[in-house]
């Protein structure tokens, strides 16, 4: 089993940045990839980066450019750096990490202020 843990999650204005963190523990010598998507009310789960074991990224149109996805392994732990933040990208982000099977966080709010 793993158990993912975010943290990071907040309120900010636009144009501002906000870094979010996820702890991995567990089975983690299974993990293929890392990640996070997100949920906005009325709008479906979107990947925003994910980052497999090879250090290959992968980013969501809307983020590319504005988001950066890091890891440090001696942590266990999976980064989103977020800049030049919009109220579009408000929405609760899970992190997410996958071997045969998808594993959640719980989930942390970002909020984006106008």
């Known amino acids: 089993q793993v158990q993912l843990v975010e943290s990071g999650g907040g309120l900010v204005q636009p144009g501002g940045s906000l870094r979010l963190s996820c702890a991995a523990s567990?089975?983690?010598?299974?993990?293929?990839?890392m990640g996070w998507y997100r949920q906005a009310p009325g709008q479906q789960r979107e990947l925003v980066a994910q980052?497999?074991?090879?250090?290959?990224?992968n980013y969501g149109d809307s983020v590319r450019g504005r988001f950066t996805i890091s890891r440090d392994n001696a942590k266990n732990t999976v980064y989103l750096q977020m800049n030049s933040l919009k109220p579009e990208d408000t929405a609760v982000y899970y992190c997410?990490?996958?071997?045969?099977?998808?594993?959640w966080g719980q989930g942390t709010q970002v909020t984006v202020s106008s």
């Open positions: 980052i497999t074991s090879g250090g290959g990224t």
């Open positions: 997410h990490a996958r071997d045969s099977r998808y594993y």
């Open positions: 567990g089975s983690i010598f299974s993990i293929n990839a």
